[in-house]
């Protein structure tokens, strides 16, 4: 996957739809999973991947429903309404929460996806499970996380190995954060995979450009550094002829997923405190506020509207207490002396 670099106005005008269809409570998480999600979301707005989350939802719902029900049921088989990203509902509410379970698992969506319709359709389970049921939290939810365990080793490593964003090579790293750990995990990585040191440096170093030759080349043994590096070398010399115009980014691509969205920026936590473009995601938050209360008079219309609804309903449960009150008060009242009440 290629990371998307969206502008900055792409970033507010995608936080003001997630203030629009989500409620408060939901969004303030994604400040914490924009720091544990897989690598390559890392840079999407939280409206974004969720888009992205249900896409792949979709895909595998009618994969599951061609190989468990029907297989001319599944050209019709969507698994979740084609409109759930015009207006607050409880679909999208579920999707949401969904992705953003796993970004707290810090797992490839497609992969995570592909398990849980795998793991459902070994329990011989018909129905395909929802958006909220994919983590099997149930009666089954400890086979599930051992399962899991077991089955993403090899998935997870090719899609490390797939991974290729312009974030995170040599000519866009700016120290951040997320840059910094990105490097250690695929320092992890190469150190715990099988083969030799060359093919395993050069992919990362060279193809990818995702690490300095420098800082990897300390992962190999003293007596096997000069085999790495005349094939890195090798690789270097082909690259140069292949390699095209050379992508620089803005800051603004580098930004985390939480950024300029209200209700998950807070200036004192150790996130926002540590994150480089604090003051541009201030302005960013202030962007997407103003437009809120300009056009709906609140930050969160979704939240607002709750609980003028929930006074609504009180209301009318007030006044239908109220008359049911004053009908027995009047039926006692007409009782005919004498008769008990």
Not at 4 to 9: C, D
Not at 241 to 251: H, I, T, W
Not at 308 to 323: C, E, G, H, S, Y
Request: glycine share 6%; with cysteine; proline share 6%.
């Amino acid at each position: 996957m290629t990371g998307n670099h969206l502008s900055f106005e792409d970033r507010i005008r995608d936080n003001i739809t997630a203030l629009r269809l989500v409620m408060p409570e939901v969004l303030m998480r994604e400040r914490e999973r924009a720091h544990t999600k897989w690598y390559a979301y890392r840079f999407m707005s939280p409206l974004e991947a969720t888009k992205l989350f249900a896409d792949l939802y979709r895909t595998a719902f009618k994969r599951y429903v061609r190989t468990h029900r029907d297989v001319g049921d599944a050209d019709a088989a969507n698994g979740l309404g084609t409109r759930i990203f015009g207006r607050p509902n409880s679909s999208l509410t579920e999707v949401w929460n969904a992705r953003q379970r796993a970004d707290e698992l810090g797992l490839p969506y497609n992969l995570l996806i592909e398990f849980s319709f795998h793991f459902a359709g070994r329990r011989t389970r018909k129905r395909a499970p929802r958006p909220g049921q994919l983590f099997d939290s149930g009666a089954g939810g400890i086979a599930w996380a051992l399962e899991l365990e077991k089955w993403i080793v090899d998935p997870l490593h090719l899609e490390v190995q797939r991974l290729s964003m312009p974030q995170y090579r040599h000519e866009n790293y700016r120290f951040f954060p997320v840059q910094r750990e990105f490097h250690e995990y695929i320092l992890a990585s190469i150190e715990e995979r099988v083969g030799a040191w060359g093919p395993k440096l050069a992919h990362h170093c060279v193809s990818r450009h995702h690490l300095p030759i420098r800082k990897a080349i300390k992962l190999v043994p003293r007596g096997a550094r000069a085999i790495a590096l005349r094939h890195i070398r090798g690789e270097l010399e082909l690259a140069i002829e292949e390699n095209g115009e050379v992508e620089r980014l803005p800051d603004i691509a580098v930004a985390p997923a939480c950024f300029g969205l209200p209700f998950a920026t807070h200036v004192t936590s150790p996130e926002c405190m540590a994150c480089p473009l604090a003051d541009l995601c201030s302005n960013a938050v202030l962007a997407a506020s103003d437009h809120m209360h300009g056009s709906y008079g609140a930050l969160s219309p979704v939240q607002q509207n709750r609980k003028i609804n929930t006074r609504q309903k009180t209301k009318l449960r007030v006044r239908k207490f109220r008359a049911a009150k004053q009908t027995l008060a009047s039926d006692c009242s007409q009782q005919p002396e004498g008769i008990p009440t």
